[in-house]
Protein backbone atom coordinates (compact mmCIF):
# COMPACT_ATOMS: atom_id res chain seq x y z
CA UNK A 1 0.00 0.00 0.00
CA UNK A 2 0.95 3.38 -1.04
CA UNK A 3 1.08 5.99 1.75
CA UNK A 4 0.17 9.44 0.34
CA UNK A 5 1.05 12.76 1.83
CA UNK A 6 -0.41 14.05 5.38
CA UNK A 7 -2.00 11.15 6.60
CA UNK A 8 -0.90 9.07 9.65
CA UNK A 9 -0.01 5.23 9.28
CA UNK A 10 -2.30 4.61 11.95
CA UNK A 11 -4.47 6.52 14.96
CA UNK A 12 -3.45 8.66 17.59
CA UNK A 13 -4.82 10.62 20.44
CA UNK A 14 -5.67 13.42 17.89
CA UNK A 15 -6.98 11.49 15.01
CA UNK A 16 -8.78 7.87 15.44
CA UNK A 17 -10.68 7.61 12.09
CA UNK A 18 -8.74 9.10 9.26
CA UNK A 19 -5.77 7.16 8.59
CA UNK A 20 -4.15 4.61 6.32
CA UNK A 21 -4.80 1.38 8.47
CA UNK A 22 -8.36 2.33 8.53
CA UNK A 23 -8.44 2.69 4.92
CA UNK A 24 -6.66 -0.90 4.08
CA UNK A 25 -9.70 -2.77 6.54
CA UNK A 26 -12.39 -0.47 4.29
CA UNK A 27 -10.61 -2.27 1.51
CA UNK A 28 -10.37 -5.58 2.51
CA UNK A 29 -13.87 -5.51 4.38
CA UNK A 30 -15.19 -4.55 0.30
CA UNK A 31 -12.99 -7.39 -1.40
CA UNK A 32 -13.86 -9.92 1.27
CA UNK A 33 -10.39 -10.63 2.46
CA UNK A 34 -11.58 -9.63 5.86
CA UNK A 35 -14.43 -10.47 7.88
CA UNK A 36 -14.58 -8.68 11.12
CA UNK A 37 -18.04 -10.82 11.92
CA UNK A 38 -15.60 -14.07 11.93
CA UNK A 39 -12.50 -12.35 13.66
CA UNK A 40 -12.30 -12.72 17.54
CA UNK A 41 -8.60 -10.35 18.00
CA UNK A 42 -6.78 -9.95 14.88
CA UNK A 43 -7.05 -6.85 12.71
CA UNK A 44 -5.22 -6.05 9.69
CA UNK A 45 -2.07 -4.26 11.14
CA UNK A 46 0.95 -2.39 9.62
CA UNK A 47 4.25 -3.59 10.03
CA UNK A 48 6.19 -0.35 8.69
CA UNK A 49 5.32 2.53 10.06
CA UNK A 50 5.61 6.26 7.85
CA UNK A 51 5.63 9.81 9.70
CA UNK A 52 2.92 11.51 8.59
CA UNK A 53 4.66 13.58 6.03
CA UNK A 54 6.57 11.04 4.38
CA UNK A 55 5.18 9.13 2.06
CA UNK A 56 5.28 5.45 -0.09
CA UNK A 57 5.02 2.04 0.76
CA UNK A 58 3.71 0.86 4.11
CA UNK A 59 3.30 -3.51 3.88
CA UNK A 60 0.30 -4.90 5.49
CA UNK A 61 -0.73 -8.31 7.09
CA UNK A 62 -4.17 -9.24 6.15
CA UNK A 63 -4.69 -12.18 8.18
CA UNK A 64 -2.78 -13.09 11.44
CA UNK A 65 -0.14 -15.77 10.17
CA UNK A 66 0.74 -13.13 7.24
CA UNK A 67 0.84 -10.40 9.95
CA UNK A 68 3.00 -12.73 12.24
CA UNK A 69 5.42 -13.64 9.70
CA UNK A 70 5.90 -9.80 8.29
CA UNK A 71 6.68 -9.01 11.83
CA UNK A 72 9.31 -11.16 12.23
CA UNK A 73 10.36 -10.35 8.78
CA UNK A 74 10.89 -6.58 9.50
CA UNK A 75 12.39 -7.31 13.40
CA UNK A 76 14.91 -9.94 11.88
CA UNK A 77 17.94 -8.89 9.55
CA UNK A 78 18.34 -10.48 6.36
CA UNK A 79 14.55 -10.70 5.18
CA UNK A 80 13.54 -7.03 3.86
CA UNK A 81 15.37 -4.49 2.47
CA UNK A 82 13.94 -1.19 2.75
CA UNK A 83 14.69 1.91 0.52
CA UNK A 84 13.64 5.61 0.58
CA UNK A 85 14.36 8.13 -2.19
CA UNK A 86 15.10 11.68 -0.57
CA UNK A 87 17.00 15.19 -1.98
CA UNK A 88 19.68 16.44 0.75
CA UNK A 89 21.57 20.18 1.25
CA UNK A 90 24.69 19.44 0.27
CA UNK A 91 26.73 16.90 -3.20
CA UNK A 92 27.45 13.86 -1.47
CA UNK A 93 29.68 12.32 -3.55
CA UNK A 94 30.21 9.18 -1.96
CA UNK A 95 28.30 6.63 0.08
CA UNK A 96 27.42 7.12 3.66
CA UNK A 97 27.68 4.16 6.56
CA UNK A 98 25.97 5.44 9.94
CA UNK A 99 25.69 3.90 12.57
CA UNK A 100 25.08 5.49 15.79
CA UNK A 101 22.79 5.89 18.99
CA UNK A 102 19.40 7.72 19.52
CA UNK A 103 17.85 8.68 22.45
CA UNK A 104 14.06 10.03 21.76
CA UNK A 105 12.92 13.65 23.43
CA UNK A 106 9.24 13.33 23.90
CA UNK A 107 8.69 16.41 24.98
CA UNK A 108 9.84 18.12 21.49
CA UNK A 109 9.23 15.20 19.38
CA UNK A 110 12.87 14.76 18.09
CA UNK A 111 15.76 12.20 18.54
CA UNK A 112 19.52 13.13 19.51
CA UNK A 113 21.98 11.89 17.70
CA UNK A 114 25.05 10.02 19.99
CA UNK A 115 28.41 8.85 19.18
CA UNK A 116 28.19 4.67 19.62
CA UNK A 117 30.73 4.86 23.03
CA UNK A 118 27.80 6.63 25.01
CA UNK A 119 25.36 4.69 27.80
CA UNK A 120 22.08 3.95 27.06
CA UNK A 121 20.14 5.02 23.75
CA UNK A 122 19.02 2.59 20.58
CA UNK A 123 21.39 1.48 17.85
CA UNK A 124 20.74 3.25 14.35
CA UNK A 125 22.44 2.19 10.94
CA UNK A 126 21.85 4.16 7.70
CA UNK A 127 23.47 3.61 4.31
CA UNK A 128 23.03 6.82 2.14
CA UNK A 129 24.08 6.47 -1.71
CA UNK A 130 24.20 9.56 -3.74
CA UNK A 131 22.17 9.06 -7.42
CA UNK A 132 23.10 12.48 -8.81
CA UNK A 133 24.72 15.76 -7.42
CA UNK A 134 24.34 19.05 -9.14
CA UNK A 135 23.66 22.68 -7.65
CA UNK A 136 24.44 21.97 -4.30
CA UNK A 137 22.03 19.13 -3.62
CA UNK A 138 21.97 15.68 -4.12
CA UNK A 139 19.73 12.63 -4.57
CA UNK A 140 19.81 9.85 -2.15
CA UNK A 141 18.53 6.21 -2.43
CA UNK A 142 18.65 5.99 1.20
CA UNK A 143 19.00 1.79 3.01
CA UNK A 144 17.17 2.10 6.11
CA UNK A 145 18.86 -0.95 7.86
CA UNK A 146 17.36 -0.63 11.84
CA UNK A 147 13.71 1.40 11.83
CA UNK A 148 14.45 4.15 14.35
CA UNK A 149 11.71 7.44 14.85
CA UNK A 150 13.33 10.24 12.08
CA UNK A 151 16.14 8.06 11.72
CA UNK A 152 16.66 9.63 8.13
CA UNK A 153 16.27 12.81 9.22
CA UNK A 154 18.32 12.92 12.14
CA UNK A 155 21.16 10.80 10.59
CA UNK A 156 21.83 12.90 7.28
CA UNK A 157 21.41 16.29 9.21
CA UNK A 158 23.78 15.32 11.83
CA UNK A 159 26.34 13.84 8.91
CA UNK A 160 25.97 17.75 7.26
CA UNK A 161 23.46 16.41 4.47
CA UNK A 162 19.98 17.39 5.87
CA UNK A 163 16.71 16.07 3.96
CA UNK A 164 15.57 19.09 2.10
CA UNK A 165 11.90 20.69 3.10
CA UNK A 166 12.91 19.47 6.60
CA UNK A 167 11.88 21.56 10.07
CA UNK A 168 13.04 19.64 12.42
CA UNK A 169 16.62 18.35 11.14
CA UNK A 170 17.10 20.35 7.86
CA UNK A 171 18.77 23.94 7.04
CA UNK A 172 16.96 26.93 7.38
CA UNK A 173 18.64 28.90 4.40
CA UNK A 174 18.15 25.91 2.07
CA UNK A 175 14.60 25.30 3.27
CA UNK A 176 13.47 29.22 2.53
CA UNK A 177 14.98 28.13 -0.97
CA UNK A 178 13.30 25.36 -1.52
CA UNK A 179 9.80 26.63 0.02
CA UNK A 180 10.03 29.59 -2.22
CA UNK A 181 10.94 27.98 -5.59
CA UNK A 182 8.72 24.73 -5.15
CA UNK A 183 6.07 25.33 -2.06
CA UNK A 184 7.54 22.46 -0.41
CA UNK A 185 7.25 22.98 3.31
CA UNK A 186 8.04 19.37 4.51
CA UNK A 187 10.58 16.87 4.43
CA UNK A 188 11.25 15.44 0.43
CA UNK A 189 11.31 11.67 2.10
CA UNK A 190 9.48 8.94 -0.10
CA UNK A 191 9.53 4.91 0.59
CA UNK A 192 10.11 3.34 -3.07
CA UNK A 193 11.56 0.29 -2.80
CA UNK A 194 11.04 -3.23 -0.84
CA UNK A 195 13.56 -5.77 -1.63
CA UNK A 196 12.84 -9.40 -0.28
CA UNK A 197 15.74 -11.98 0.20
CA UNK A 198 14.16 -14.58 2.08
CA UNK A 199 10.53 -15.47 3.95
CA UNK A 200 8.78 -17.79 6.39
CA UNK A 201 6.01 -19.37 5.37
CA UNK A 202 3.06 -18.69 4.25
CA UNK A 203 5.24 -15.85 2.76
CA UNK A 204 7.62 -17.53 0.94
CA UNK A 205 6.64 -16.80 -2.66
CA UNK A 206 8.13 -13.32 -2.00
CA UNK A 207 11.38 -14.34 -2.04
CA UNK A 208 13.14 -12.42 -4.52
CA UNK A 209 10.34 -9.91 -5.52
CA UNK A 210 10.67 -6.17 -5.21
CA UNK A 211 8.15 -3.71 -4.83
CA UNK A 212 9.19 -0.44 -5.80
CA UNK A 213 6.37 2.77 -6.02
CA UNK A 214 7.21 5.73 -8.27
CA UNK A 215 7.59 9.63 -6.28
CA UNK A 216 4.26 11.95 -5.88
CA UNK A 217 3.79 13.89 -8.62
CA UNK A 218 4.83 17.10 -6.74
CA UNK A 219 8.57 15.53 -5.29
CA UNK A 220 8.97 14.41 -8.94
CA UNK A 221 8.80 17.68 -10.43
CA UNK A 222 11.32 18.81 -7.94
CA UNK A 223 13.51 15.80 -8.83
CA UNK A 224 13.33 16.89 -12.42
CA UNK A 225 13.79 20.47 -11.89
CA UNK A 226 16.97 20.11 -9.63
CA UNK A 227 18.27 17.23 -11.53
CA UNK A 228 17.59 16.88 -14.94
Given at each position: MEKPFGLLTHGDSHEKKNHLAN???????????YRPDRERTFVPSPVNR???????LV?????????QTLNLMIR???????????????????????????????????????PMDEDGG??????????????GFTLVEVELVTGRTHQIRAHLGGAGYPVIGDTKYGNPSANRWIE?????????????????HKAEEPLQYM????IEGKLPENLENIRQELFD
Open positions: QVISYLIEKGDLDRNTTGMFGKNSKALEKGYVSKYYLTVVSGELKEELVLKDKMEKDSSKNMIKVMKVMETIARPLISKNKKFGLTTQFLHAYKLSFIGKE
